[in-house]
């Protein structure tokens, strides 16, 4: 195997970043390839906890080469500081490469993310602020600037000076706000544009030369499945494909050249943000979920909503990614709960739904139908291997696997990378 694909199953959070570290290890490169730094990853190597945003977490092994893919939207400020952070913790980032035509998260886009928010009121998406839609808005326009526009200071200037004035006219003259300055953005990206410039590069090809080289490529999927613009809640989603496609079109490898595919789920679920959530637990078992499982974002802080298990939404994850397997996460968060739920279907209107609908309306009125299943006492975070697992997670693991349809390929219990449980080879 070379092109191993890992998405998120659920509604992003699902400890991709955790599953990612633990497969960089054997891959030779690791690609982010859409996005932004609305994602948050927290990686923790020997005690040591690294958040990072938008560098793939591949830059922690220190021969592993390191892509920001032409899909993935960066605001070149954010990157910089998370280049210097990792610098100074001693970490060596001249094996990352961005392509050229990664598209650039201008401080126009933060803005018109608020005031959008702002003006859906009770509506509101819930996003993370950071002008990841409008970024993508832009590219879809055609306006967008992207990374290899700042190496070019007269293109850039032109590009610039269309843009902003259509930014500047709906800032000022529909949101009342305070248009940004031409001189100010100019000359701080053609800044950020040098600073970047050793990174810049035609990632396309340097990922498709490492997979025809037998080389093991790795695709580290941001957010998850259910906030993938056609595929998840929309209108509660993100503005790109977290789902496996988009490892396609984000780096610029044809789908032919992807293995395998594997999707990572926690063992119950969790949202940030806005939406309709049928498994979400607003009492005190959702509460005791959220403590133990730290549940608040990496990005935003926000508390994460939490609820059991759901199979529809899984099993909605495997149909459109294709997945090879299961990552399950965090089932240690579960340890001394009496008794767990998996949401198997739904009720919606008096009947019974066994897939995920395909409208909005339906999914936010549809109730889940539970299976009920025994917990454990025991505290399973120093277990390594499947049979040393208390005989209720395994059968707990086993029911996933059976109302899901795929294996479960790895199962994590804490957050150092050693507290991993791999079933089967990955690569
Ligand atoms: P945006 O991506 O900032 O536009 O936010 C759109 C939706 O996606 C909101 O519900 C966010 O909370 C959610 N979202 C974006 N990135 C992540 C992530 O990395 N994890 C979980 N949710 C996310």
Redesign the pocket.
Known sequence: MSAVVVVGAQ???EGKGKVIDFLSEQADVVVRHQ?GN???HTVVVNDQEFKLHLVPSGILYPDTLCVIANGVVIDPKVLLEELAYLNNRGVDTRRLRISSKAHVVMPYHAKL?AVNEDRRGDQK??????G??PAYMDKAARVGIRIGDLLHPEEFRERLARVLEEKNHILSRAYGVEPFAFDDLYTTFLDYGQALKPYVADTAIIINDAIDRGERVLFEG???TM?DIDHGTYP????SHPSAGGASIGAGVGPTKIDRVYGVAKAYTTR????PFPTELTDAVGDDIRERGHEY?T?TGRARRVGWLDAVVLRHAVRINGLSGLAVTRLDVLDGLKELKIATAYEYEGRPLTEFPDSAWVFRDAQPVYETLPGWDESIGTIRRLEDLPTNAKNYLKRIEAVVGVPVVLVSVGRERSSTIPLRELF
Do not use: M
Request: no cysteine; aromatic share 6%.
């Open positions: 509604w992003g959070d996005g609305n994602a948050g993310d998406i819930g996003t993370t602020l950071r990841i839609g941001a957010q998850g906030l509660f989603v993100t503005s940030v943000g806005d939406g974002g990005t």
